[in-house]
């Protein structure tokens, strides 16, 4: 059982995450496009981990004896200047959800919701982690500039990245 302000904000979450999701798979598309494979794919897992996010969300909410309510999802920007513009962006989306995320505790506190408050406490380190790597991407762009050799190496390096499921079954059991 969850008290309707903690449901509301978890369902509204579920709802960030898929957008985030949508959000990376679109910015992943234009530097696919742009010919970044590498960006592409950081961004791609980024997508994946999003989704993740947003099911384990879900699977709390029905875990709590609820159902989460479901909303339109936003479609995402199309199309970027460059490369520096879509990572200041993931900067400050990341930034974003960490907002969220607080609100939402705060909100568990008030409700005295431990259970709620316990389970958020991984996505309150997770967005330390996530503001951290796009922080660190954001300036590496910075230095590049209008580098292309510096930058073909960075994308070089993003293509080495891989989907980790942040909640495998035998752990989420
Ligand atoms: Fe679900 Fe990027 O935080």
């Given at each position: 059982m969850l008290k309707e302000r903690v449901l509301k904000a978890l369902s509204n979450q579920v709802n960030a995450e898929f957008y985030s999701a949508y959000l990376y798979l679109g910015m992943s598309a234009f530097a696919d496009r742009a010919g970044y494979k590498g960006v592409a794919n950081w961004l791609y897992v980024q997508s994946q981990e999003e989704m993740a996010h947003a099911v384990h969300i879900y699977k709390h909410i029905l875990e709590r004896g609820e159902a989460p309510s479901f909303a339109d999802i936003k479609a995402p920007q199309?199309?970027?200047?460059s490369v520096k513009e879509v990572f200041e962006r993931v900067l400050a989306h990341e930034k974003h959800v960490s907002g969220l995320i607080d609100n939402i505790a705060t909100i568990a506190m008030e409700e005295r919701d431990h259970a709620t408050y316990n389970f958020l406490a991984w996505f309150v380190a997770e967005q330390v982690e996530e503001e951290s790597s796009a922080e660190e991407l954001v300036s590496k762009v910075k230095l590049i500039g209008d580098n292309p050799a510096l930058l073909y190496d960075l994308d070089t390096a993003l293509a080495a990245r891989t989907f980790t499921d942040p909640f495998p079954p035998a752990a989420a059991d």
């Open positions: 199309a199309s970027y200047d």
